[in-house]
């Protein structure tokens, strides 16, 4: 049996500022134009034959509710005027019949 296997992904980012760390979660998703959405963390793996979209184009295939796989780093401080960051890197191998 063949599990699911995306062929398309897209990037995005959100920032959220609260001094409640749920609240400024969900600001952060809201910015990144995915709060509307059902999210299940996956690992990192960039699947074969992946294309990468725009942001827009992606948003634009989904649907409020609906569950969607997605790589999430977050991180959040109560420390007032503290900067802090949060990525995701990606490796996107020459050969595209490879996995990154």
Known sequence: MKGFVPNKVFLTKGVGRHREKLQSFEMALRDARIAQYNLVRVSSIFPPRCQIIPREKGIKQLHAGEVVFCVLYDNATDEPH??????????IPKNHDHHG
């Open 82 to 91: 503290r900067l802090v960051a949060a990525s995701v890197g990606l490796a």
